[in-house]
């Protein structure tokens, strides 16, 4: 009897052992993301006395800066997913071989994504000023003479709406470079081999072959880009302070930090905010239902 | 492409210059600013206010000392000019020592420049040549910015915590993801992704009220607390493929041998998941340095160091050698970190469909 008991005891405690492990993140998700997120959709809601409404939505739809905030969000998003995107995908297809010296190149161009992004904005303000690097370097390579400079914060919305987007772009291309090299290597050759004895030419075997075997990794890349696309704000308020070149983040941290006294300000924060999760999740969910959440693959071979 | 003979192929050797030249170019682009930011942060402040900005910092400074109108007449050489220029005319030897020291990187005592004056009395005009602190800008950037040591300390704390929080909650359940087969596992597994790419800024907002109801509001702890929530997810996500690659029957063969679970977990699963783990530890570490966002919202007199260097770059930049300083002092941990764990960033994309 004791034997068979201390079996099924056994037994439950195999059940139970998985459910165990997990218990802490399931605790832990439930109190520090579940109970904000669900806050943050209650607070979005609530006005300043408490009460139900739907004014803070229309104060953040209204609100001046919101339209521009959304048009410079998606510019973003669509110049560094799209334009970014297809000069790392050129780049990997150019390189995608061993060459002499290619693990150094590798950690080289991993560098501009491992900066933090304080240290980026360091890098560029001081690059960008009048007096900055960036004028120093084209005076030294004699693109300019004497005292000629180019005043690179002062010009238009969409001067520095490019800026940013070089700027991005700068610390943003080396590293999708990395990983479509990775997901290159991982093509074994026969198979684009196999292409070109069937007569394809390189186009056809990149178009047919290539790309698709390449579609989980572009995938991944694309959709880690887009999430990190519509958060940009740091480099922004670093370059060009608040308002300037509005946009989503940027407007929650200004409302939240920079203006905390009005009595709007938690409101359209709050708008702001859910604004940016519903997008982002968005994103997110159609992403992870297209890839299906395999989990992390068993290694092949 | 299509001949493997080894013979002069000129299309194969302009394919190789392309590729070099490329290479070459991209590297250099990336490479470009970095140079700068590092350069412009070992720049004295009165090299730093220069156009052209000198490409490499000096490592001494030659400076030209004779009776001047109100006193003594101090010049230092100006490698741009190849010619003295004048910097200050002061009596006050004192003045004379704190400028050298801020300005002109050299930390001079006042009896050094008694010496130098007592060798005036035989003639008229003194050389000497002083060495530049070429660390002076990060001494400087602790030194003026207001809170920058504490931060640090605080920033360091941070991750020390997030690392132990997320790699045993997290831990634990990558290890149920990789051994077990348990109902729920993939909602679960979805859920868990999801917490990875949700903003975090839609947490950090809320979470002011969450903290400060539990007293963890602009405190190492509550930030902790709030990292973590990504970093557990990551940690789930790589822990659960390390275990992956250990073989069942190794933990087996010592249940064989008559270990219990435990003994078999801590005498052979963990050591070999060590180095995996250590690569979790430093991708948490990183998300906790790096995150600015949320240590903005949620600390108001006991900021991270992330927030103190962003602070002191928004708006007008006092001096941009000692924000340059600051910049490289953040950079400097997540490059090494990133350099240890390349391989495993590498495999996270190419080799694991999230």
């Known amino acids: ?301 | 492409m299509a001949s493997k003979k080894k013979r002069f192929n000129p299309y194969k050797l302009a394919n190789k210059a392309l590729l070099y030249i490329i290479i070459t170019s991209v590297a250099f682009t990336i490479l470009l600013p970095v140079f700068f930011l590092v350069s412009l942060s070992f720049l004295t402040t009165r090299d730093s206010y220069k156009f052209p900005l000198p490409l490499l910092p000096s490592l001494t400074s030659d400076y030209k000392l004779e009776y001047g109108e109100r006193g003594y007449l101090l010049s230092i050489f100006d490698k741009a000019e190849e010619d003295y220029a004048t910097v200050m005319d002061t009596e006050d030897l004192e003045k004379m020592s704190i400028y050298m020291e801020a300005r002109l990187g050299t930390p001079t005592t006042i009896e050094e420049i008694e010496e130098q004056i007592a060798r005036l009395e035989t003639r008229n005009i003194v050389y000497f040549t002083k060495k530049i602190d070429l660390l002076h800008n990060f001494k400087a950037f602790f030194l003026i910015t207001n809170d920058a040591f504490p931060a640090l300390v605080r920033s360091l704390q941070i991750c020390v915590l997030t690392i132990l929080i997320s790699l045993s909650i997290g831990g634990m359940a990558g290890y149920a993801f990789a051994r077990y087969s348990f109902a729920g596992r993939d909602a679960l597994k979805f859920s868990v992704l999801f917490v990875r790419m949700f903003p975090g800024i839609a947490i950090a907002l809320p979470m002011v009220v969450i903290l400060i109801r539990i007293g963890f509001y602009d405190n190492p702890i509550g930030l902790a607390l709030v990292y973590s929530i990504g970093s557990i997810a990551l940690t789930v996500w790589i822990t659960a493929s390390i275990f992956m690659g250990i073989p069942v029957t190794l933990e087996e063969a010592a249940q064989v041998f008559g270990a219990t679970k435990m003994q078999t977990f801590i005498r052979i699963t963990f050591p070999l998941a060590l180095p995996g783990l250590a690569a979790a530890a430093m991708y948490a570490f990183l998300g906790a340095w790096n995150e600015t966002v949320a240590a903005i919202v949620l600390t108001q007199f006991n900021p991270t160091f992330s927030v103190v260097v962003y602070q002191s770059l928004v708006g007008a930049v006092g001096q941009v050698n000692l924000a340059a300083a600051g910049g490289i002092v953040m950079a400097v941990p997540t490059v090494i970190f990133t350099f240890i764990i390349r391989r495993y960033i590498n495999q996270m994309w190419g080799g694991m469909s999230v």
């Open chain 1, 1 to 301: 009897m004791a034997v068979m008991r201390i079996k099924k005891v056994r037994n439950l405690g195999q059940k139970a052992a998985p459910y165990l492990l997990i218990l802490p993140v399931v605790i832990y998700y439930l109190f520090f993301w579940a109970q904000p997120v669900v806050k943050s959709f209650v607070d979005s809601f609530t006005d300043a006395y408490g009460h139900f409404t739907f004014n803070n939505y229309v104060m953040v739809l209204t609100d001046a800066n919101f339209l521009p905030a959304l048009r410079n969000t998606t510019l973003i998003v669509i110049a560094s997913v799209a334009l970014e995107f297809l000069a790392a995908l050129f780049l990997a297809l150019l390189i995608n071989r061993k060459f002499p010296g290619s693990s150094i190149f590798l950690f080289l161009a991993m560098i501009p994504m491992a900066l933090p992004s304080v240290a980026v904005g360091a890098m560029w303000k001081t690059g960008l000023t009048t007096n900055g690097w960036l004028n120093s370097f084209l005076h030294y390579v004699e693109i300019f003479s004497g005292s000629e400079k180019i005043y690179w914060l002062a010009g238009s919305e969409w001067v520095m709406l490019a800026l940013i987007i070089i700027i991005d772009a700068w610390q943003v291309i080396p590293s999708i470079m990395i990983i479509l090299l990775a997901g290159l290597q991982n093509i074994p050759p026969e198979s684009e081999e196999a292409g070109y004895v069937f007569g394809g030419d390189y186009l056809t075997v990149l178009r047919k072959i290539t790309l698709p075997l390449l579609k989980p990794t572009i995938q991944t890349a694309v959709v880690m880009r887009l999430i990190a696309a519509i958060q940009i704000w740091l480099i922004i308020v670093v370059m060009l302070g608040f308002t300037r070149l509005p946009v989503l983040v940027e407007r929650i941290v200004y409302f939240h930090k920079e203006v905390p006294g009005l009595d709007i300000s938690s409101q359209m924060a709050s708008g702001y905010t859910i604004i940016v999760t519903i997008i982002v999740s968005v994103t997110a969910l159609i992403y992870l239902k297209i890839s299906g959440s395999s989990g992390p693959k068993k290694k092949e071979g």
